[in-house]
């Protein structure tokens, strides 16, 4: 028999909100097992520390034109699988396809367009003229060789010494650094194989080649960009989300199985930071209570967490490893802080997207040749966010005019201290990337900061996710999900967060 509730209060006699699941965390992980979880009709509350639901997915607008949005933090889903793209056709937004331009990289003071048939940069064909283009006759010839080396003359520790061991230096810094360090904010040395690159090691080991291991994922990818938007920017997945979510609470607000005296008029809340975790049961059908700092208390059956700050809670609660002793709380590495700076720039010489639809820059381009009087370019990305999205385009046309674009750079990498970059920095930045002086040119920009990214993928976090997952998945009513077990990306985040769920 479950243990009857404590009084939310010292001596007030009154339970804690009694509902069916409790999601702690409102990024798009927790919104999504939110959605799941109501979708099967069971009654569901959401916890959000901070005081407002998204985590990386964030929509705003420049202070000139307030009603032009878009988007402040993720602005595209990877293609595979068919998770995201049917949530938001479920959610009645429309997918829309980038621009079929290509994206170029920069490196040792050139740009040049990425080769097409790549993974994370890593090229099908190193002698194809993209690659050759990228890194010149001599990394051409060393990656050739790739295609001769026997199985055994590969090191997979991580990616970087993967893809030095089979293709060389050249690629691995010209090609694979700019995409991979781009995407995961982390050095190639800290990259798990596994999770950066599902598949490719599998891949690697019927083929023998990392090359035709990539040629072979590539044949398997479906057909068309890489990546997909949503019309009116992937915000508005979250807004849709949040909609959803909260108007399931009209169905239940007047259930005797909730306090009436509680927060019930909203099942998603903000500023509500999870302090303390307790199981009142231990076999399937106990309780789970969640406290927050705020002083709420909700109990449920079941308990989703997508935070790594609430992890350690659980430990007590879990039940011991394989070897009988307790479970290791995975401890991620802080990631990088990451700034993003949209510029809104009057630039008709952009109207031909001289360089396509965006860049990605090698580690070594902040020491390398840049700016006049030689400082480098210390953007790790940028994109030229009216040329890769014709919605965007369209809607800038109409509320501000012809020639002008909206450029999006990002700055910040593991290991290194990132001042806040100004809107002449990323203007500067622009110029030497896009090669047209943007200097004078900015109409307005807005700045937004990203505390601490995910956790890098190293392979020593990645183990410790995976028993801690492991151990989860054997306790009743519990589940995590969220980028920092699932991996980064909308693909991952949603799939992982919808299939962790289900069970529950």
């Not at 009709?41 to 998204?54: C, N, T």
């Not at 402040?72 to 937004?93: P, Q, Y």
């Not at 997952?469 to 699932?486: F, I, K, N, Q, S």
């Amino acid at each position: 028999m479950t243990p009857p509730l404590p009084p939310s209060e010292p001596g007030s006699g009154r339970g804690p909100e009694v509902v069916d699941a409790v999601v702690v965390g409102g990024g798009v992980g927790g919104l999504v097992a939110a959605r799941t979880l109501v979708n099967r009709g069971l009654r569901v509350v959401v916890l959000e520390g901070a005081d407002r639901v998204g985590g990386p997915v964030r929509g705003g607008a420049f202070g000139s034109f307030p009603r032009l949005r878009l988007d402040l933090g993720a602005e595209s889903f990877a293609a595979r699988g068919t998770a995201v793209a049917d949530l938001v056709t479920e959610l009645g937004l429309d997918v829309v396809s980038p621009a079929p331009l290509s994206a170029w990289g920069y490196a040792a003071g050139q740009a040049f367009p990425l080769p097409r048939a790549g993974v994370l940069g890593i090229p099908a064909v190193p002698w194809a003229p993209d690659v050759r283009r990228a890194i010149g006759w001599p990394g051409v010839l060393r990656a050739a060789l790739d295609r001769v080396l026997p199985r055994f003359v590969a090191d997979t520790t991580d990616l970087g010494t993967f893809v030095r061991s089979r293709l060389g230096q050249r690629v691995a810094d010209r090609l694979v650094a700019p995409v991979a360090t781009g995407v995961h904010s982390a050095p190639l040395d800290r990259l798990d194989v596994a999770a950066v690159a599902p598949g490719l090691l599998d891949a690697f080991a019927a083929e023998s080649s990392l090359s035709r291991a990539v040629g072979r994922l590539r044949a398997a990818a479906p057909a068309g960009s890489a990546v997909r938007g949503i019309d009116g920017g992937i915000h508005a997945l979250v807004e849709a989300l949040t909609g959803e979510v909260a108007a399931s609470a009209e169905e239940w607000v007047d259930s005797p199985r909730v306090d009436q005296t509680g927060p019930i008029h909203t099942v998603v809340r903000v500023g509500q930071r999870v302090s303390g975790v307790e199981r009142l049961d231990a076999g399937p059908g106990g309780t789970w209570l969640v406290r927050t700092d705020a002083g709420a208390q909700v109990a449920a059956e079941r308990l989703v967490v997508t935070t790594p700050a609430v992890a350690p809670l659980l430990a007590p609660w879990l039940p011991p490893a394989a070897d009988g002793g307790a479970v290791a709380v995975p401890t991620p590495e802080r990631g990088a802080d990451v700034w993003l700076v949209t510029l809104l720039l009057d630039a008709p010489e952009l109207d031909d997207a001289p360089r396509g639809s965006g860049m990605l820059v090698a580690p070594d381009a902040a020491d390398g040749p840049g700016h006049e009087g030689g400082a480098g370019v210390r953007a790790k990305a940028l994109t030229h966010a009216t040329a890769k999205w014709p919605w965007l385009a369209e809607r800038v046309r109409k509320a501000v005019g012809e020639g002008v674009h909206v450029v999006r750079l990002s700055y910040g990498r593991l290991g290194s201290e990132t001042e806040p970059p100004t809107a002449e920095e990323a203007a500067r930045d622009a110029s030497v990337l896009l090669g047209v002086d943007l200097t004078d040119r900015v109409h307005d920009h807005l700045l937004q900061r990203w505390d601490g990214s995910l956790p890098p993928p190293t392979p020593a976090y990645r183990a410790q996710v995976a028993s801690f997952t492991d151990a989860v998945g054997r306790t009743p009513g519990l589940a995590v999900t969220g980028g920092w077990v699932a991996g980064t990306g909308l693909a991952a985040v949603v799939a992982h967060a919808q299939a962790t769920t289900e069970h529950l």
